[in-house]
């Protein structure tokens, strides 16, 4: 029996042909996890297996996303050479028939239109290299100012209310690894037990550790299980909370007054403002008992260490700006931030949605989280890039505002890398019809996404595993990721693509890049002495120290793993605070009779974004392979619906079709729509197109609507 036991097992061994092992890291959410994929070929089939790798953020653990992440690498519908639009079908062209199509037709469109009339629209899940490379493009090839991303949509809030009360926006003012020993934490509007899994076990080490744990969600999602206090808020009255916890902690003395006067500017605005409100018209506005107000902030006032987190829940609103800066005044007001375990933490989305704005993808940065409208940092990035500051154009419009622009013909063309606006932007009716109006749009990717079937022309793209470069993730941590996988077919680096594109169009001698390597070498030029100075960062040192966080000025600077331990990067080194209303300047969608109800949206842990790359995995796609609509039971009752059952949801702007999911885990004048999926399940089409003053951010969290069930 032995001895036909091991003539078995060496049998098949010896069908087991090859093992290849590619070392690389998540392409999707913001934590970056690294893992290792493993290829058997068995015979006539292949077999994977993935497992995470240790790493200063993740420590090895991965979620279901990252270890089904190779099967849309794999899946039979991705675009492998480049497809161009004739008759209204996509034919196969070559390479250089593309290029010779996109630098025709470019440079038609702009001695005709102008050099603004041409556009670039990016994704927060391009490298940092293509994030540059494509600022660059923009405004060096194309000389256009009309250039933004889909981060836009993601942490616009809180990077401008970031930058504007510290000076700074790094996402994290401290490394994850001082959580578990904070006392108190605030989680507004974030669901990472779904969003960002692998950060959550530095929440339940906190928690084990005796920390204190507030969530604020008008739904109590998994993240909210955790927590000690769930504050149930109605949907967009996250200002007006913040403006209840300062009262408390106002009158109750729980302030730290000599790092108010010593290291804060708008102490005397913001008490004036708060003492102006009264609890029952916060507790009006917010659904929240006054009690649990003040539970919340007693806490945290009185917690030694304290750290607060945002994320879309309180960002995705026409007043996000404002929400974020009145949480900030309550870190500020009882000092809890350059201090260990004290501090706050914008949780990042998408994989490089931090990098993206800090290299150029956004309308109005350069490299270096410089800004475009200044002349000293306009010169700099001139200098570096060896064209006359004068020609550099100015700053343009936000992604949703880039669409108004092609109805006003004012842009003609875009470029569209990584990212599928028709899905993802609100008012997405209006978007597509837009998108339709271009006289060219060529879009590079992998797939042929609901905006890349509108294009002209398609480019393919290379995967996460065969496209290297670095990644900024959530703490502004800098990490260098792997990719070895041969690209398969006509696939191209998205790097290379634009730089072939520029030799085109005569800018060669502004993009002779060989590889990433040299792309952020330049990069690192670029970056020096600005806000996220990455200089000191080199593609050796990520490898042998598994990442940097920035700022890190120098080669011999070990990177920076807490902000504001003695300074604010304000000239004055102080943070600046602000008064904020109840009310937001630009008004939401208000219920009434013909929409009474709230919806909100958001994320579910099987996919990512709009779904076009983990819709095309089986695995992922399975576990949610439609939308929903989360209902409380007696609003379902009100409105004769049964769970399971296929159900109309009309804003003033359009209707969707989704299947009902009833659920006593949500608030009953509220209901909840995820936002990955498309045509009629795209709840961005019920959104409204109306953004944030300051940051330009859609109102994604809160939509009047009406429901009815359908046979």
């Not at 996000?320 to 990042?348: D, E, P, Q, S």
């Not at 064209?387 to 880039?402: I, N």
Request: aromatic share 8%.
């Amino acid at each position: 029996m032995t001895e036909l036991l091991l003539k078995y097992f060496r049998s098949k061994q010896q069908e087991v042909q090859s093992e290849k092992v590619y070392d690389t890291q998540c392409p999707f959410c913001s934590m970056q996890c690294k893992m290792q994929l493993i290829e058997q070929s068995i015979v006539k089939r292949k077999k994977y297996r993935v497992t995470g790798k240790d790493n200063p953020t993740s420590q090895g653990r991965i979620c279901v996303k990252g270890v089904n992440a190779h099967q849309h690498v794999l899946h039979p519908e991705r675009v492998m050479y480049p497809l161009y639009k004739q008759n209204g079908k996509f034919n196969r062209i070559s390479w250089d028939e593309a290029i010779s199509i996109i630098n025709e037709r470019f440079r038609k469109i702009q001695s005709q239109y102008g050099s603004n009339s041409l556009s670039l629209y990016g994704g927060g899940s391009l490298t940092n290299e293509v994030s540059y490379l494509m600022g660059k493009f923009a405004r060096v090839a194309l000389g256009t100012k009309y250039i933004d991303y889909n981060g836009r949509f993601c942490m616009s809030a809180a990077a401008s209310a970031a930058n504007a009360a510290f000076g700074i926006d790094r996402g994290f003012t401290n490394s994850l690894s001082e959580i578990p020993d904070s006392k108190c934490i605030l989680l507004v509007g974030t669901n990472i037990a779904e969003c960002q899994p692998t950060i959550l076990r530095y929440f339940e080490k906190a928690k084990e550790n005796g920390s204190y744990i507030i969530v604020v969600d008008p739904r109590e999602t998994a993240t909210a299980k955790l927590a000690d206090l769930h504050l149930k808020i109605k949907p967009g009255m996250d200002a007006a909370l913040a403006n209840g916890l300062l009262k408390v902690l106002i009158e109750g003395n729980y302030m730290d007054k000599k790092f108010i006067t010593n290291r804060t500017m708008g102490y005397d605005e913001v008490q004036s403002n708060v003492s102006s409100y009264d609890f029952e018209e916060i507790e009006s506005l917010t659904g929240i008992s006054l009690s649990e107000i003040r539970k919340a902030a007693v806490m945290f006032g009185e917690s030694e260490t304290g750290m607060i987190f945002t994320a879309r829940g309180v960002e995705q609103q026409t007043d996000g700006y404002m929400a974020v800066r009145n949480f900030l005044n309550i870190l500020l007001l009882t000092g809890k931030i350059g201090k260990y375990a004290c501090g706050y933490g914008a949780i990042t989305g998408q994989g490089n949605g931090q990098g993206g704005r800090e290299h150029g993808l956004k309308a109005d940065q350069l490299p270096g989280y410089r800004s475009i409208e200044n002349r000293e940092h306009r010169q700099h990035i001139a200098d570096v890039w060896g064209v006359p500051e004068k020609e550099l154009p100015r700053k343009g419009v936000s992604a949703y505002e880039m669409m108004e622009k092609i109805t006003h013909g004012e842009i003609k063309g875009m470029l569209l890398m990584g990212s599928n606006p028709i899905v993802s932007n609100p008012n997405a009716d209006f978007v597509k019809k837009s998108l339709a109006q271009l006289d060219f749009l060529v879009t590079v990717d992998m797939f042929i996404s609901e905006s890349a079937a509108m294009s002209d022309l398609i480019l393919p793209a290379s995967s996460y595993l065969e496209n290297e470069g670095t990644m900024t993730n959530l703490e502004g941590r800098v990490v260098f990721r792997e990719a070895n996988r041969q690209t398969p077919g006509e696939v191209k680096h998205d790097w290379e693509i634009l730089c072939e594109i520029a030799k085109a169009l005569n800018k060669e001698e502004y993009f002779s890049f060989s590889s990433p390597e040299d792309i952020f070498n330049e990069l690192r030029i670029a970056s020096k002495g600005g806000v996220a100075d990455y200089y000191g960062i080199t593609y050796e040192r990520l490898k042998q120290e598994r990442g940097i966080l920035w700022p890190c000025p120098d080669v011999n600077d070990a990177g920076t793993k807490r902000l504001f331990d003695e300074t604010f990067y304000h000239q004055d080194e102080k943070a600046v605070m602000i008064p904020v209303s109840n009310q937001p300047k630009v008004p939401k969608d208000i219920n009434n009779q013909q929409y009474p109800l709230t919806l909100t949206t958001g994320r579910v842990m099987s996919h990512y974004l709009t779904g076009v790359q983990t819709r095309r995995s089986p695995s992922l796609s399975a576990r949610n392979f439609e939308s929903f609509i989360e209902i409380h039971p007696r609003t379902a009752e009100e409105y004769n619906i049964r769970d399971g059952m296929l159900v109309e949801v009309q804003s003033k702007r359009g209707k969707i079709v989704v299947r009902s999911k009833l659920t006593e885990m949500i608030r009953q004048d509220t209901v909840f729509v995820p936002f990955h999926w498309s045509e009629t399940q795209n709840v961005n089409v019920l959104i409204s197109d109306e953004l944030d003053p300051v940051c330009r951010m859609p109102g994604f969290k809160v939509c009047a609507v009406n429901i009815r069930p359908l046979d």
